[in-house]
């Protein structure tokens, strides 16, 4: 008989992003109550060296303002909601980008983080950029055990490593072979590679088992998708609908 395959955990991606805002704490609360085991968000460093819950690098997209993130400082991103009015209207207002602290005080002892580092973010400051003021905040809020800091920047990921050995790092690709991105999770001693869904293969599959790494991906949304990926034996599946995806487990 085949040996049974290792069941996959669901990332909350940037939270239950079909149903709230995305990366806001109510996408945050939803994506806890779905019963994901790890909730994946993105950051950005103000003006004013705060670290930020949000994807893009400006604000225009997702809240009713609009500017660059770095050159705003967290007062002034905070005038604004983000609420996603584009997709949501005015139903959740009253929510504000949150700060990585509040993310991270949120999921505390409730779910892990999947902490992405965009490659926006990254600049020449080795010692005061977007990848120490992350760490910092982790450290405080006691969370090195459960938290994976990841990117699809060698340079952060390469930082992480050198300032906190160990936490967990991922090393994300939208693009390349299997030996490319085994070789590249290998550079920064990644225990976790993390291909755009295309990019599965059972050349993947087997040579990351064989080097002890774990694959996760993204995004997976339809049900059925997510049933025929499980043959790559998955560490984790990023969804925007991880409570359609946890059911779908279950009727596995």
């Known amino acids: 008989m085949p040996a049974p395959q290792p069941t996959p955990l669901v990332i909350a991606h940037r ?5 709230r805002p995305e990366n806001t704490l109510a996408a ?10 790890i909730v994946e968000f993105d950051v950005h460093l103000t003006r004013d060296g705060e670290v930020v819950v949000i994807h893009d690098k400006t604000i225009d997209r997702t809240t009713d303002g609009r500017g660059e993130v770095k050159q705003m400082s967290l007062a002034e991103i905070r005038r604004f909601s983000a609420g ?9 207002a009253g929510e504000r980008v949150p700060t990585l602290a509040e993310a991270l005080g949120l999921l505390r002892e409730r779910a892990q983080a ?5 490659p926006e973010a990254v600049t020449a400051d080795e010692e005061g950029g977007i990848e120490a003021h992350v ?11 459960d938290v994976a800091l990841i990117s699809f920047d060698r340079r952060a990921l390469r930082r992480c490593q050198a300032m906190a050995p160990g936490i967990l790092r991922g090393h994300l690709f939208h693009k390349g072979a299997a030996g490319e991105m085994l070789e590249g999770a290998r550079e920064v001693a990644s225990e976790l590679v993390m291909p755009e869904k295309t990019l599965l293969s ?11 790494i774990k694959v996760a991906t993204w995004v997976v949304d339809d049900v059925e998708e997510f049933r025929r990926l499980m043959r790559f034996e998955l560490y984790g599946i990023g969804s925007n609908r991880p409570g359609e995806m946890l ?3 279950q009727s596995l």
């Not at 939270?15 to 149903?19: N, P, Q, V, Y």
């Not at 945050?28 to 019963?35: P, S």
């Open 202 to 212: 059972d050349d993947l599959r087997d040579r990351a088992r064989e080097a002890g």
């Open 135 to 145: 760490i910092e905040e982790v450290r405080k809020a006691r969370m090195e055990k």
């Open 114 to 118: 999947m902490i992405e580092i965009k």
């Open 15 to 19: 939270g239950d992003s079909s149903h």
């Open 247 to 249: 059911e779908a487990l």
């Open 84 to 92: 996603y009015p584009s997709r949501f209207g005015k139903t959740y």
């Open 28 to 37: 945050f609360a939803a994506g806890l109550e779905t019963g994901a085991a």
